[in-house]
């Protein structure tokens, strides 16, 4: 009976397993809701805000654009922002990512910038040239936190030596449906727009370089804030999924579980009618 005893501890045991992943799953499933409420809120913004940065850097004379994160950056490297998760239990999330960032930029010299650990664990591991690690950013992300890591980025393009600098994240589709998806962030281009190129006849005042000088920085943080909640609605989707397979996964075990156990208690039983049935044989004997 010591079998039938261990495969009863197992069941109890993946229980157990089976109430934490289905609490998770809930808890994944509330943050879920609560990033993609906010990414739904501020969408109409980024996107406006962006396109109007487009509109300006279309209309105005190319020899009065001043600011230098419209041209390419001094010749070297790329760099790359790859928003990573600070946690695991979520599925394939971060391993996706990090594959299609590697088969993109397979060749060259790349400096990564890391958003979270599991990131950071990746890329260290495989001896890349890091530049900057953020860590533990805020949930949901906001738009202080994402002006501050865009005001690093655009010091990162001036200084550092970087001709081009792109974000790379998972693109929240639907809940439990994400896509990985990379995007330039740096030299802002009015070609980069949906509209393949904006509009021209924007006047302002005092000048249409001196109206983009200011909206551009806007324009750039309000399309990283976009990615980060992207990436964060997409961690929790990707969460939410794989506790619910850890769920499922949980229930069929416990179910060949019990039909062990019971199998065994069955052949306990049987095994002594037959050791009583015996003595009972020799005693008549």
Known sequence: MA???????????VGGIRQITKAMK????????RVQDTLVSVRPY???????????AS???????????????????????IVGSDRG?????????????????????????????????YYTRRGREITKVYEKLVFPFNWEEAE??????LSIFSFGGFSRVSIAYQQFISAGRV????????PFRAGDTKGGGGSTGVSCEPTTAQVLDAVLPRALAAQLYRAVLESQASEQSARMMAMEN?????????????????RLRQTGITKELLEITSGSEALKA
Do not use: Q
């Open 59 to 81: 209309s105005a004379d190319e020899g009065a654009l001043a600011s230098p994160y419209l041209r390419p950056g001094s010749a070297g490297p790329e760099a790359v922002l």
């Open 246 to 262: 850890a769920t499922t996964n949980a229930t069929d075990l416990i179910r060949n579980l019990t039909l062990l156990a019971n």
């Open 3 to 13: 079998a039938l005893k261990d495969v009863r501890l197992r069941i109890k045991a």
């Open 46 to 56: 980024t996107d406006s805000v962006y396109e109007m940065a487009v509109r300006l």
């Open 179 to 186: 896509k990985p998806r990379i995007v330039s962030w740096l």
């Open 26 to 33: 809930m808890v994944a499933t509330v943050k879920m809701k």
């Open 148 to 153: 501050k890591i865009s005001r690093d980025m």
């Open 89 to 121: 239990l979520c599925g394939s999330f971060n391993n996706n990512l990090f594959r299609f960032v590697d088969a993109h930029f397979s060749a060259g010299k790349i400096g990564y910038i890391l958003v979270g650990k599991k990131a950071r664990d």
